[in-house]
């Protein structure tokens, strides 16, 4: 095992979870003696713990019940990128999520998942656009003094410039 952390699971989560310990409660009636009791949440049917075979044979199960994708083509390492992506595409801090995938710092997250979080990166932009695109955004700039508006440096005034640069 890797690392271990707590998080706050979503309820749909909870509610996945309590079906399928209700799930395991009648798999293990159904194996009797055949039962191997371990305290894993995900097991086999037999209660055994579940190997990298099994969890990839479960997961494309589940995926050729969604019309348009095709299972062979995924692995359950998409879900990690996909929970990075989600969660970079809502403006979860970079913080925030390195600290959910388990990383060291943010560096490996960035490393890792450069594509996935771009979104955060660009969402600054995102927002200012949105904030100047507003009626009161406009009337924001538009208030701003004459002299301190600079089209590009080489048209701009030198005290202009200068006031810039302090």
């Not at 990690?80 to 925030?96: C, N, Y």
């Not at 960035?110 to 406009?138: C, K, N």
């Amino acid at each position: 095992m890797k690392s271990r952390r707590t998080i706050a699971l979503p309820d749909l989560c909870v509610r996945a979870l309590v079906t399928l310990r209700a799930r395991q409660d009648a798999e293990r009636s159904a194996a009797g003696e055949g039962w191997y009791e371990t305290g894993l949440v995900f097991t086999t049917r037999l209660g055994t713990a579940m190997d990298a075979a099994n969890v990839r044979r479960d997961f494309r199960r589940a995926l050729a019940l969604v019309p348009g994708l095709k299972p062979k083509e995924w692995s359950p390492r998409e879900l990690r990128h996909s929970f990075v992506s989600l969660l970079s595409d809502a403006g979860v801090p970079i913080e925030d999520v390195s600290r959910l995938v388990g990383h060291s710092s943010t560096s490996v997250t960035e490393l890792v998942y450069r594509h996935q979080i771009r979104p955060v990166i660009q969402s600054g932009a995102t927002i200012m656009d949105r904030l100047f695109s507003s009626p009161a955004g406009r009337r924001a700039a538009e208030a701003v003094p004459t002299d301190n508006r600079v089209e590009s440096p080489s048209k701009a005034p030198a005290s202009a410039i200068a006031s810039r640069r302090r």
